[in-house]
C-alpha cells in the first residue's frame, strides 16, 4: 500500500514510518509548511500529489493544558483540518483513516467505553478532537474509520514514558497520579492496528467497516501503575529507576480536567476488523528502552 499520512514528527506518524515500512508499505509522511491542517489548499495539494491509496489522519494540535487558551488554534486544527483531509479523500476516492482520542468521554462512567457511549469532553482538547470526529464523518464518512486511541507512548516525541524517565534520572522519587486510569498503548502497536485496518477498508467494501472504533492495549493501569511498569523495565535495561509515590489528582491541578476513567473497549474493532492490540505490560515489557535518545 501507499500510504500518505498527515504529520512529519509526531509519535504515531514515527512509529507508522518504522511499521510501514517493515512490512513492505511506502509512507509518505506530510507535515509543516507542505500541508498544515490550518490550510485546506496546502492539504490538498500535498495530498493530492502524494497519490496515496489511503489517508492516515495521524497530526493534530495535543497540548492538551495549552488547548484550553489557545481553543482557536486547537479547534482550527483537531475540527476543521480533518474535514479538509476528508474532503480531498473523498475528491481522491480513497479510504480515510482518522485518529481520534478517549478524550472525547468525560471519565464519569465505571466500565470501559463503547462506541456508542454519549460523547461529552471535559476539556478543549476533546472537544476539539470530537469536532474532528464528525467533521471526518460527514464530509466521507462512507469511506472512513475513525479510530480512538489513548495514553500513546514511544520512544518519539513527548509523551508520559519519557518524562518518567527523564525524572527518574535525576530523582530518587516520582509522585504519579493513581486515580485516573486507562490503557497505556504503545504507538508501534497502534501502527499496525492502522495498517490492518487499512488493508480491511481497501480490500472490502463493507459499510461494517467503517464508522467509529476503540483501539487500544488491553489491560488497564492507573498513571502509577504504568510509571512503576516503566521503570521496572528501565531499570531490567540499566536505565534510570526511581520509588512511584501515588498521588490524586485534586494533588496535581492542571489547567485542563482529565477524565478520571479512560478506559476503552475494543471488542468492536476485534469483532469487525480482527485487530486485538496486546497488553499493555507485555507490549511494555517488550520494548527497548532507547535510553541514549531520551537524555539527549
Ligand atoms: N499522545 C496521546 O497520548 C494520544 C492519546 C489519544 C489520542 N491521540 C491522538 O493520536 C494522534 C497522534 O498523536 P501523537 O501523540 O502522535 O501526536 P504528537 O506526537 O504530538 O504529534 C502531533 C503531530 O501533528 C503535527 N501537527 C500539529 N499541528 C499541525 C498542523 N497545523 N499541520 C500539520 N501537522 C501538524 C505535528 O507536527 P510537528 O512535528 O511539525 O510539530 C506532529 O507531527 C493525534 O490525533 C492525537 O490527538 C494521542
Not at 509519535?11 to 498544515?36: D, F, S
Not at 454519549?118 to 462512507?142: I, R, T, W
Request: hydrophobic share 45%; aromatic share 6%; glycine share 8%.
Amino acid at each position: 500500500m501507499r500510504i500518505a499520512v498527515t504529520g512529519k514528527s509526531g509519535q504515531i506518524v514515527t512509529a507508522l514510518r518504522e511499521r510501514g515500512k517493515a512490512a513492505g508499505h511506502e509512507i509518505v509522511a506530510l507535515g509543516r509548511p507542505e500541508l498544515n491542517l490550518v490550510d485546506p489548499t496546502s492539504v490538498f495539494r500535498a495530498l493530492k500529489e502524494a497519490a496515496p491509496d489511503v489517508i492516515v489522519s495521524a497530526a493534530a494540535y495535543t497540548f492538551v493544558d495549552g488547548a484550553e487558551q489557545e481553543s482557536t488554534l486547537a479547534f482550527a486544527v483537531n475540527g476543521e483540518g480533518p474535514g479538509a483531509v476528508a474532503r480531498t479523500a473523498k475528491v481522491l476516492d480513497v479510504p480515510l483513516i482518522h485518529i481520534s482520542t478517549d478524550y472525547v468521554f468525560d471519565g464519569k462512567l465505571d466500565r470501559p467505553y463503547v462506541e456508542t457511549d454519549p460523547v461529552m469532553p471535559a476539556g478543549v482538547y476533546g472537544a476539539s478532537k470530537l469536532a474532528g470526529e464528525q467533521a471526518v464523518l460527514v464530509e466521507h464518512g462512507s469511506n472512513s474509520a475513525v479510530l480512538r486511541v489513548a495514553w500513546v507512548y514511544s520512544p518519539f516525541g513527548s509523551n508520559f514514558m519519557k518524562t518518567m524517565l527523564r525524572i527518574a534520572n535525576e530523582r530518587d522519587e516520582v509522585a504519579v497520579i493513581a486515580d485516573q486510569i486507562g490503557n497505556p498503548t504503545n504507538a508501534m502497536d497502534i501502527s499496525d492496528g492502522i495498517l490492518s485496518v487499512a488493508k480491511n477498508l481497501i480490500a472490502r467494501d463493507d459499510p461494517a467497516l467503517r464508522g467509529t472504533f476503540h483501539m487500544t492495549a488491553s489491560g488497564e493501569a492507573s498513571w502509577a501503575d504504568f510509571a512503576r511498569g516503566i521503570l521496572a523495565v528501565s531499570a531490567a535495561q540499566g536505565g534510570p529507576s526511581a520509588r512511584v509515590k501515588a498521588i490524586a489528582t485534586a494533588d496535581y491541578p492542571t489547567q485542563a480536567v482529565r477524565p478520571a476513567n479512560s478506559r476503552l473497549n475494543c471488542a468492536l474493532i476485534e469483532r469487525l476488523h480482527g485487530v486485538a492490540l496486546p497488553d499493555w505490560r507485555t507490549s511494555l515489557e517488550g520494548m527497548v528502552i532507547p535510553l541514549h535518545s531520551i537524555f539527549v
